[in-house]
């Protein structure tokens, strides 16, 4: 019986280490501050994107259909003339016209888009004035390019890390601390440029004769943010 005794003391020892081990991973740690720095620029839109649209009506569905496509491909390939254009096609829809009862169709009417997008806005806006001739604007809008966003957003990211270091460091020096110590931090962009939405322009000819004016832009800027959050652990003597 004798010779059992050490073994059972051994697991007592480790059922008290594992313990104490357990405790000290729980116990609370102190000294620890949250912090947020943030900071912003504001980003010039360098992305110029015009919606125009061809409309209808018509009572021969098959006529309406081949009058819209008619006017979209000839507007397609004027648009591509232009190199510093992207040229898409939007939506198209058509849909019937009922009578005052509401309940005999009497016509089709049916709407394509044409939408444009360039970094070139002046040759953009002159596209935009020739084709307003024959087509409508739906809209214009600004944005920012991925690659000048992400330029950007690079260039705040470093900024927002030296704003969060001189803020915990501000910290550290009130409370007294000889240090800190970064426990975890996040970086967050926000603010993420929303198209810039004109109303849509009319169409504005020159008196003397049929011939578009381009219409004037003002891309204007959008705010891009990033914002350092984390938490320090101040090391206090």
């Known amino acids: 019986m004798s010779k059992l005794r050490p073994a059972a003391a051994v697991l007592a020892l480790s059922a008290t280490v594992l313990a104490s081990t357990a405790v000290a991973a729980d116990e609370p740690r102190f000294n620890q501050v949250s912090l947020r720095a943030e900071v912003n620029k504001e980003v010039a839109r360098d992305l110029m994107q015009v919606t125009l649209y061809t409309e209808a009506q018509d009572r021969d569905p098959g006529k309406l259909a081949a009058q819209i496509t ?3 491909n000839k507007a397609v390939g004027q648009a591509r003339q232009v190199k510093a254009v992207e040229v898409r096609q939007g939506s198209r829809n058509s849909s019937p016209v009922y009578d005052d009862k509401g309940q005999k169709i009497i016509a089709w009417r049916e709407r394509a888009e044409l939408r444009l997008e360039s970094a070139d806005f002046a040759a953009l806006s002159q596209l935009t004035g020739d084709l307003l001739t024959t087509l409508k604007m739906d809209s214009m809008d600004f944005s920012i390019s ?4 992400r330029a950007s957003e690079d260039d705040l990211l470093k900024e927002a890390v030296a704003a969060f270091k001189s803020r915990a460091q501000l910290v550290t020096d009130a409370m007294g601390g000889q240090g800190y110590k970064v426990v975890n931090l996040n970086l967050n962009t ?3 440029p929303q198209p810039y939405l004109r109303s849509p ?3 504005m000819m020159k008196a003397d004769r049929a011939e ?3 219409p004037d832009v003002e891309a204007g800027t959008s705010k891009v943010t990033v914002a350092a959050d ?3 652990e101040v090391q206090i003597p």
């Open 70 to 72: 008619e006017s979209l």
């Open 146 to 149: 991925s690659a000048t966003r």
């Open 190 to 192: 926000s603010g993420y």
């Open 201 to 203: 322009a009319p169409m």
């Open 212 to 214: 578009a004016v381009a």
């Open 230 to 232: 984390g938490m320090i």
